[in-house]
């Protein structure tokens, strides 16, 4: 099977049109179809945060913090929302002339220079800015799980805002915005290295710096409502339908198949974490199926434009079991409270896809193949620039994310007192409860 509309342009180089077409040229290229699709893909984006990331992590808490995460996301999408306007679009997809290997210029400041006739690709440029905003609302807000139930409401605040600015941006130009990966030609389609290798490794770092939950590991800490857990799970597999397939940004072949594969590694993450622990444990748990979906949906997302079904098999079961392991490893051996399994889910699956994505965009891989590398490109040199991508995020994400948590905690204090933890952060730091029965 030839996949051929997999391959795509890269986000930076539908977003240059702007700079060489007459404004009237770019109003006549608005494709209704892609537009429409691109709206309800920004939606679906969104709907992951709120409500479905809110209630996923809600739910694994215990009852006394169930507000404060709810909070933490609401909030930071207000926040990050606000920051993308006043100029991390511009930061992130600007360009920065002698300095854009790097990072954008502030030609956007404030969404300036966007009308109802600036043009990205075949959308208006304003949908494309606002469905990259849900993107930089989401990858900060999935750390709220590494330091749950035990960092301060303003440190949270003021690390996410500060790392949005000095993490996130800067790497979504790299990868993205005409970046230097971009040019190397790393493959990620729709956030391997952006999202998921950043915010599960900002939150390790954050596990670290911020210390254990008081009574960790030898007391239970068991998730205090399940049933939320998995409604707002349901909410992520359908809106990562508008993270993947709309990454296309347009109404076509290759948001099909990034929609397909995504669905199809969703299912076999969900089955291959179960099965793990049917072996270990003699019974599947809902938490380890739910767990098993955010796994697949994580380890596809870079690959998802790039391979085809038999790759995303491959890919789906690969993270069931290997973020399973890690899992362990982070919790049980290296005991690392990383609260809700930020970085053995996210972190290690945003890096499994990655590699992955080099692995199986190859068209030479008979049913596991994916669309074919560009012209003169083999697997080897694919997966070393793949290699260089995963390396360059994780250190320069490690680096500046931990001093950022240094510098946060010499200014409020990242850590509330062992009596407020011991009350729940709905009552210390909301003067609220999440149920009054």
């Known amino acids: 099977m030839v996949l ?5 342009a890269p986000r930076w180089l539908t977003a240059s049109l702007l700079a060489v077409a007459p404004a009237s040229a ?3 290229g608005i494709n209704g179809a892609d537009s429409a699709w691109i709206l309800t893909a920004t939606a679906l984006v969104l709907f992951m945060t709120l409500p479905g990331l809110a209630l996923f992590y809600g739910g694994l808490v215990r009852s006394k913090n169930v507000l404060s995460v709810l909070m933490q996301c609401f909030t930071i999408a207000a926040v990050m929302s606000l920051l993308w306007l006043i100029g ?4 992130a997809f600007g360009d920065g002339g002698a300095n854009n290997a790097w990072i954008g210029n502030l030609d956007n400041l404030m969404l300036a220079n966007i009308s109802v006739d600036s043009v990205s690709g075949t959308i208006p440029e304003s949908l494309f800015a606002m469905f990259q905003m849900t993107f930089a609302i989401i990858t900060p807000a999935l750390m709220v799980g590494a330091f749950a139930e035990r960092m301060r409401f303003s440190a949270m605040l003021l690390f996410c805002a500060a ?11 790299w990868v993205w915005g005409g ?3 971009g040019q190397m030609g790393l493959l990620d389609y729709a956030g391997g290295t952006v999202v998921h290798i950043t915010a599960g490794v900002g939150a390790l770092v954050a596990a670290l710096v911020i210390g254990n939950r008081k009574g960790f590991p030898g007391q239970a800490m068991m998730p205090h409502n399940l049933t939320m857990t998995v409604t707002g799970a349901g909410m ?3 809106g990562w339908f508008g993270f993947n397939a709309g990454s296309a940004l347009a109404a076509d072949g290759s948001a099909a198949i990034a929609m397909l594969v995504t669905h199809i590694s969703a299912a076999a993450g969900v ?3 179960m099965l793990m622990e049917w072996v270990k444990y003699g019974k599947p748990s809902v938490l380890g199926a739910v767990t098993g979906m955010v796994a697949g949906l994580g380890t596809i997302t870079p690959a998802s434009g790039f391979v085809g079904p038999g790759g995303a098999l491959v890919i789906g079961f690969s993270a069931g079991i290997i973020c ?18 930020v970085f053995p889910v996210h972190g290690v699956g945003g890096i499994l896809g990655t590699l992955f994505a080099g692995i199986f965009a190859s068209d030479q891989l008979g049913v596991f193949s994916g669309g074919g590398y560009a012209d003169g490109v083999t697997m080897g040199s694919q997966v070393t620039v793949q290699l260089i991508g995963i390396g360059a995020t994780f250190a320069y994400t490690a680096v500046i994310s931990y001093l950022l948590l240094k510098l946060v905690d010499a200014l409020l204090g990242l850590r509330i007192d062992a009596e407020q933890e011991t009350i729940g952060l709905d009552l210390s730091a909301h003067d609220e409860r999440g149920y009054d029965l």
């Open 271 to 273: 089955l291959a974490w």
């Open 163 to 173: 790392w949005l600015v000095l993490v996130y941006l800067p790497v979504t130009h």
């Open 236 to 238: 992520l597999w359908v």
């Open 4 to 8: 051929s509309t997999l391959v795509r």
């Open 179 to 181: 970046g230097w990966l």
């Open 88 to 91: 991390g679009y511009s930061l």
């Open 324 to 341: 399973y392991y890690a899992t362990q490893l982070i919790k049980q051996r290296w005991r690392i409270d990383d609260s809700l399994d």
């Open 26 to 28: 770019l109003a006549e």
